[in-house]
C-alpha cells in the first residue's frame, strides 16, 4: 500500500523550474533515498510535500489523501513530519522543552508530553543535555534534538532533510543506526543525502533527482550502475 | 475638474519632496538593512536647521541646502558608527526599537532647546503662486520640485557613474558577495546612512517655508517615508521615487475629497494595502 | 556548557512563597499608608504593570512586537469613558465592553498584520494604531476630538443598595489596580505553564519550524494577541477612570506604544517579573521628572543655584524631559542590555557560575 504517492509535481518560481513532473511512490515502512546534485530540487520537493509551498501543478497524496494547499501543521497532524536541511532548534528553549512542542501535536497534557518527550531524548541519546538550551548545542546534538522532536509528533512518514549534513564519521554512523530503529518502528522514511554510502546502506528505494527532473529510480544496486546517474553527479562538478 | 487637476499638480509638487524622503530611507535599508525610524526626526533637523539659518543669518531655505546637505551627511555617518552599527546584526526589531529611540532622543531635544511653539518661515515667496493655464501652482513647491528633481538626478549619477556609487549598489545587492569583492561595507554603511539623512535633512530644507515646523514632525514623515518606499519597492530608489509621487498625489487627492483630517488615514490605508497585497512594493526584489 | 536563561523551569517554592508575602503585604499597604502621593505612585506602578505584562505576552513570548499597542490601551480608555460620561454606564460593566472592543479589533488587526513577519509586523502595526488615533481625532461626535473626555462623576459601586465603595479617594483605585495586576501575572503565568506557553515560545524562537511541528500560526498568534489586548484594555480603563481625563495624544499616541514595549525590554522580555522591574524604573522616574522632583532636589540641596541659567532650566524644563529619558533608556538598554536588567544580571551570575565551576 503506497502511503505517499507523488504525482506529476512540478513547482516553478517565476520562470524558474524548480521541480519537473516527477513522480514516484512511496510503501509503507520503506526508506526512500532522495538523491541528486545540488540544486536538483530536493528541498524543494520536500517543502511541496510538507505544505511549505504548494506544488505548482500535481498532486501529493498521503495515505490516500490530497495533500495539496494544506499548511504545514494540518500535514504535521495528519502524521508527516520533516527536518530541515539548516537545524532549526528552538533555541532559547531547553532540549526537552523542544521536543515537547512536538509531543503536544498529539496530547494536551504537559506531563503526558514531558514523558513522550523524554522517551525520545533517550532514543536519540541526549539525556545528559535535557535541561540545557538548544542554542548552545553543537551541531551534531542539534541534528539528533530535531530528530527527536520531529518522532515526538508520532509521524507515519518522516522526511529527513540532509540530516547528516556536517557530522563527524561516529555522529553519521548514530544517525544512521537511528534510521534503522526507525523503521522498526514502522515509520516510512524519506532521506534526502549526500553521503552516498550512508545512502546505500540505508535505502529500500532510490529517487534520484537532476535538474527539478526524475532522473531515474530503482534498487541501490540499479542506481549506482546507471550511466545516467555517474553522467549527472560527474556533469555538475 | 479644475480642483482634481490642481490637487493632482500639487501633489505630485510635493510628491517629489517625499522621493526624496522615500530615496534616503530605501538606500539605507538597501546597503544597511535597517529600518531607520529616525528618519523623520533628521528630516525636523533639517528643518530646524534651516529655520535658524535664515532667521539668524537670512539665508535662503533654498540656497541653505549647500550648508545643509554636508552638515546632515556627516551627522548621518556619526549615528551610523556609533550607534546603529552597534545593531546591524541583531533582531529587526531591536533595530527599529533603537532608531525608534534615537528618533525620540532628537525631537525632544530639539524640544527642550527650542520649544515645541510652532516655528513659521516666511520668506517673501512663501505664499505666492503662479498661474499655468488656469491652474494655481505654488511658487515654493515648484522651486522645490525643480531642486529635487536635480538632486534625484545627481544622485542617479552618482550611483550609476561613480566607483562609490556603484559601490554602494554592490553591497545593497549583496552584502557578503561585495565584501568578498573587496568593498569596505562598514564604510559603504557609514555613507549609505550619511546620505540617507543628508537627503532627509535636505527635504526638510525644502518644505520649511511651506510647512510648520514644530519638533514632532518627524514622526509623521517617517510614517510616510516608510509607506513610500514599501510602496516602491525597499531598497529600490526608481520605486521610491515613484513612490514619493504617488503618495504625494494621493495624499493631496484624498485630501481634497475626504477632508484634511483624513489625509493620513489615506496614507496609512493605502500603506496597510500595500503589505498586504504587494509587499515586495511596485519594483522591490522580495523582502527580508 | 549550561545556560541559566531558561524560561521555564519554575522558580522554586521560594519565590512563590516571597512573592506571597509580598502581595499580602501590598493589600495591608492604604490601611497604613496615608499619603496620597505613594499611593498614586503606586497605582501608576499597577498600571504600568498591566499594560508591560500584557504586551509581554504576544511580544516576549510570542515574539510579535506590536509598536502599536496604544490602539488597544484607547479602546478600553474610550469605550469605558463613552459609556459612562455620554451613557451612564457605569465602568463595572464599560470594562468589560472595553474588553469586548479590544478584543474584536484585535483580532481585525491580526488577521491584517499577522501575514506579515518582523520588521513589516511592527510597522503595520503602528500604522493600524496612528489610524485609530487619527480616526479618534476625527470622529468628534462619538470621542469629542482633540478635546478629549473629561469624568465628571464616578458613580458609588453599590450592591442591593449600600455602598462598597465611592470613588473620591485613591484607594478603590489602588485596589483595583492591584488586582488587575494580579490578575495579569495569573494569567502570564498559566501561560507559560500550558501548551500555550509552549507554543507561543516555539513561534517565536522559529516560526518555521513551530509550523512544521503542527502548530497552527494564525490560531496561536491570535490567540496571543487576543490575551494581550484584552488585559492592555483593562489598564487603559483603570488609567483612564483614574485620571479622569483622556484624549487621543495620551491614550492613543506612538510615545505610549513605545512606553509599553519599553516597560518590557528594560526588565526582561518573556519574563514574569520583567516588565515588574520595568514599571518599578520607569514609573518613579518619568514623575520625578514629570513633577520636577529631581530639579528641586538638586536646588535645594544646594548643588544649584535657583536663579543660575541651569537652575532656570532645570525648573522649567525638566518636567518635560520624561520622553527624553524613555528615549536615551530605550537606546541605552538596547545597545547594551538587550535581555533587560534581568537578562544582565542572569548573565553576570552565569559568568560567575562559569568561573565558579
Known amino acids: 500500500m503506497a502511503i505517499l504517492e507523488i504525482r506529476h509535481v512540478s513547482k516553478f518560481f517565476g520562470g524558474l523550474s524548480a521541480n519537473s513532473d516527477v513522480s514516484f511512490e512511496l510503501e509503507q515502512g520503506m526508506i526512500m533515498g532522495l538523491i541528486g546534485p545540488n540544486g536538483a530540487g530536493k528541498t524543494t520537493l520536500f517543502n511541496c510535500i510538507t505544505g511549505y509551498y504548494p506544488p505548482s501543478k500535481g498532486e501529493v497524496v498521503f495515505n490516500g489523501k490530497t495533500m495539496n494547499g494544506l499548511q504545514p501543521d494540518k500535514v504535521c497532524k495528519l502524521g508527516m513530519a520533516r527536518t530541515w536541511q539548516k537545524v532549526r532548534p528552538l533555541a532559547k528553549m531547553s532540549v526537552v522543552d523542544n521536543v515537547m512542542v512536538g509531543a503536544l501535536c498529539r496530547t494536551n497534557s504537559l506531563k503526558v508530553a514531558r514523558e513522550m518527550a523524554m522517551e525520545q531524548v533517550r532514543v536519540v541519546r541526549l539525556e545528559h543535555r535535557t535541561d540545557f538550551l538548544a542554542g548552545g548545542l553543537p551541531i551534531g546534538e542539534r541534528k539528533k534534538l530535531e530528530v527527536a522532536r520531529v518522532l515526538a509528533t508520532q509521524p507515519k512518514l518522516l522526511l529527513l532533510d540532509e540530516v547528516m549534513g556536517g557530522l563527524n564519521p561516529a555522529e553519521s554512523e548514530e544517525i544512521i543506526r537511528l534510521i534503522l530503529d526507525i523503521r522498526t518502528l514502522g515509520i516510512t522514511q524519506m532521506v534526502i543525502e549526500h553521503d552516498m554510502k550512508a545512502i546505500m546502506r540505508i535505502s529500500d528505494r532510490i529517487v534520484v533527482l537532476s535538474s527539478g527532473e526524475k532522473l531515474a529510480e530503482g534498487s541501490p544496486d540499479e542506481i549506482v550502475n546507471n550511466p545516467d546517474v555517474v553522467a549527472a553527479y560527474l556533469g555538475s562538478e | ?109 530639539v524640544m527642550l532647546a527650542f520649544t515645541s511653539d510652532y516655528k513659521i518661515l516666511s520668506t517673501t515667496y512663501s505664499s505666492s503662486s503662479f498661474s499655468i493655464m488656469g491652474i494655481s501652482v505654488s511658487t515654493p513647491l515648484v522651486i522645490s520640485f525643480v531642486i529635487t528633481a536635480a538632486i534625484t538626478a545627481a544622485l542617479y549619477w552618482f550611483l550609476l557613474k561613480t566607483d562609490t556609487g556603484q559601490a554602494i549598489r554592490a553591497t545593497a545587492q549583496d552584502r557578503e558577495a561585495a565584501q568578498l569583492m573587496g568593498i569596505n561595507v562598514k564604510r559603504m554603511s557609514i555613507i549609505a546612512f550619511g546620505l540617507g539623512s543628508a537627503l532627509a535633512g535636505t527635504a526638510g530644507a525644502l518644505i520649511s517655508p511651506t510647512y510648520y515646523i514644530f519638533p514632532q514632525v518627524g514622526s509623521i514623515f517617517t510614517l510616510k517615508a516608510f509607506v513610500i518606499t514599501v510602496l516602491g519597492g525597499m531598497g529600490s530608489i526608481v520605486g521610491a521615487t515613484l513612490g514619493g509621487v504617488l503618495i504625494g498625489i494621493a495624499e493631496s487627492i484624498g485630501g481634497v475629497y475626504f477632508g484634511s483630517g483624513w489625509k493620513e488615514v489615506v496614507v496609512f490605508v493605502l500603506f496597510l494595502l500595500v503589505l498586504l497585497f504587494k509587499p515586495a512594493g511596485l519594483m522591490g526584489k522580495s523582502n527580508t | 556548557m549550561k545556560f541559566p536563561l531558561n524560561t521555564n523551569t519554575g522558580r522554586g517554592n521560594l519565590t512563590i512563597i516571597f512573592s506571597l508575602a509580598i502581595v499580602a503585604l501590598l493589600f495591608m499597604v492604604p490601611t497604613y499608608v496615608q499619603n496620597t502621593y505613594a499611593l498614586h505612585i503606586m497605582i501608576l506602578i499597577f498600571v504600568n504593570i498591566v499594560m508591560g505584562s500584557s504586551w509581554n505576552i504576544l511580544g516576549g513570548y510570542t515574539g510579535q512586537y506590536s509598536v502599536g499597542h496604544s490602539a488597544y490601551f484607547g479602546m478600553g480608555a474610550y469605550t469605558t469613558m463613552i459609556l459612562m460620561q455620554f451613557r451612564q454606564i457605569p465602568p463595572w460593566y464599560g470594562v468589560w465592553a472595553g474588553m469586548l472592543a479590544a478584543l474584536v479589533i484585535a483580532l481585525i488587526i491580526g488577521s491584517i ?140 499616541s506612538l510615545e505610549l506604544s513605545v512606553s509599553i514595549v519599553l516597560i518590557c525590554i528594560i526588565g526582561g522580555i518573556g519574563t514574569i517579573f520583567g516588565p515588574i522591574i520595568g514599571a518599578l524604573v520607569l514609573v518613579p522616574l518619568s514623575e520625578a521628572l514629570r513633577s520636577n522632583m529631581i530639579g528641586q532636589s538638586l536646588i535645594s540641596s544646594g548643588l544649584v543655584r535657583a536663579e543660575s541659567p541651569f537652575g532656570t532650566f532645570l525648573t522649567e524644563n525638566l518636567s518635560h524631559a520624561h520622553v527624553l529619558i524613555y528615549g536615551v533608556l530605550v537606546v541605552v538598554v538596547i545597545l547594551f542590555m538587550p535581555d533587560g536588567v534581568l537578562g544582565f544580571f542572569k548573565a553576570l551570575s552565569a559568568k560567575k557560575h562559569k568561573e565558579a565551576a
Open chain 2, 1 to 109: 475638474m479644475n480642483i482634481f487637476i490642481q490637487s493632482l499638480i500639487s501633489g505630485i509638487l510635493i510628491g517629489g519632496v517625499y522621493a526624496l524622503i522615500g530615496i534616503g530611507l530605501t538606500i539605507i535599508f538597501g546597503v544597511m538593512r535597517v529600518i531607520n525610524f529616525a528618519h523623520g526626526d533628521l528630516l525636523m533637523l533639517g528643518m530646524y536647521g534651516t529655520y535658524y539659518l535664515f532667521t539668524l543669518f537670512n539665508i535662503d531655505p533654498f540656497m541653505s541646502i549647500i550648508i545643509t546637505i554636508p552638515l546632515m551627511f556627516l551627522y548621518g555617518g556619526f549615528l551610523q558608527k556609533f550607534f546603529i552599527n552597534r545593531v546591524l546584526g541583531s533582531l529587526p526589531q531591536n533595530q527599529i526599537l533603537l532608531t525608534i529611540g534615537m528618533g525620540l532622543v532628537m525631537s525632544n531635544v
Open chain 3, 113 to 252: 498584520c499577522f501575514r506579515l513577519r518582523g520588521p513589516y509586523f511592527v510597522l503595520a502595526s503602528i500604522a493600524v494604531a496612528e489610524i485609530f488615533r487619527v480616526s479618534a481625532l476625527n470622529l468628534k461626535n462619538i470621542t469629542n476630538g482633540a478635546e478629549g473626555i473629561l469624568i465628571t462623576e464616578i458613580p458609588p459601586l453599590t450592591i442591593n443598595g449600600s455602598v462598597i465603595t465611592d470613588f473620591s479617594s485613591k484607594v478603590p483605585f489602588y485596589y483595583t489596580g492591584l488586582v488587575f495586576v494580579l490578575i495579569v501575572i495569573l494569567v502570564t503565568w498559566l501561560i507559560q505553564h500550558s501548551k500555550l506557553g509552549y507554543f507561543f515560545q516555539a513561534i517565536r524562537e522559529d516560526q518555521d519550524a513551530a509550523h512544521s511541528l503542527g502548530i497552527s500560526l494564525t490560531l496561536y498568534k491570535n490567540t496571543a494577541l487576543g490575551i494581550s489586548a484584552v488585559l492592555t484594555s483593562l489598564s487603559g480603563s483603570l488609567y483612564a477612570l483614574y485620571v479622569g481625563f483622556i484624549d487621543p495624544s495620551t491614550v492613543l
